[in-house]
Every structure is written in structure tokens, then in C-alpha cells.
């Protein structure tokens, strides 16, 4: 079982930084994939990016890539989402997301198999 809390999001204007921090707890020293997904108003929620527990390749959506950078400190249990440069187009619901069942390579690729969630943090990006 992991539970996940995120904290950090707020309202910025256009070409603002936030950083996004999500507190990892498991029961078990088992590696997980772990990602930052969201979902903005009226739309399908998107995973932004997913990574391993244990380290290995970071994945990012086409429009986050440059932008975004997902980190995580081992040693806290931490993971962490810099966002720079941030534009109107990715205010939404941010959300820390663990997949248990999923080995490392399809940390990407099978988002849909993620099963623990945050509650969200709420970002706002001001024109």
C-alpha cells in the first residue's frame, strides 16, 4: 500500500515557477513507478510525467519537455515536479501517482494502471 501527499501547487502568472513536492509513504521497500499526472477543467486527466522509485528513465509529455523537471530525494521519500516557464495551458489539478504492478519500462506506457493517488494540488497560471 503507498500513500501519496502533495503539496506546493498556487496561482501564478505566465512564465512563473512552482514546485510541486508529494510525500511517498509505503509499507514495503518495493520499487514503484511514480508519476505526476493532471487534469484541467473539462478535460481528460493527462499523465505529465513518470519516473521509477529507484531511478531510471524520466518521461515527460511533449508539452512539458524543457519546462518541467521531475526529481525525487530517495533519502525523504520525495518527489518533487519544478515547473518554470509556466503558461495558461497548464493550470489544472496536479496529481503524485504510484503504480505498484508495473514493471519499470511501462512506468510510461501503461498510466492507466497507476492505483494510488494523491489528493491533487490545484495550479493556476495567470495570462
Known amino acids: 500500500q503507498v500513500q501519496l501527499v502533495e503539496s506546493g501547487g498556487g496561482s501564478v502568472q505566465a512564465g512563473g515557477s512552482l514546485r510541486l513536492t508529494c510525500t511517498v509513504s509505503k509499507r514495503s521497500d518495493n520499487d514503484v513507478c511514480l508519476g505526476w499526472f493532471r487534469r484541467a477543467p473539462g478535460a481528460d486527466r493527462e499523465a505529465v510525467a513518470t519516473?521509477?522509485?529507484?531511478?531510471?528513465?524520466?518521461v515527460y509529455v511533449h508539452s512539458v519537455r524543457g519546462r518541467f523537471t521531475l526529481s525525487q530525494d530517495n533519502a525523504k521519500n520525495t518527489l518533487y515536479l519544478q515547473m518554470s516557464d509556466l503558461k495558461p495551458e497548464d493550470t489544472a489539478t496536479y496529481y503524485c501517482?504510484?503504480?505498484?504492478?508495473?514493471?519499470?519500462?511501462?512506468?510510461?506506457?501503461?498510466?492507466?494502471?497507476?492505483?494510488?493517488w494523491g489528493q491533487g494540488t490545484q495550479v493556476t497560471v495567470s495570462s
Open positions: 519516473t521509477f522509485s529507484n531511478g531510471g528513465d524520466t
Open positions: 501517482a504510484a503504480a505498484t504492478a508495473i514493471k519499470r519500462e511501462f512506468c510510461w506506457a501503461k498510466t492507466w494502471a497507476y492505483n494510488y
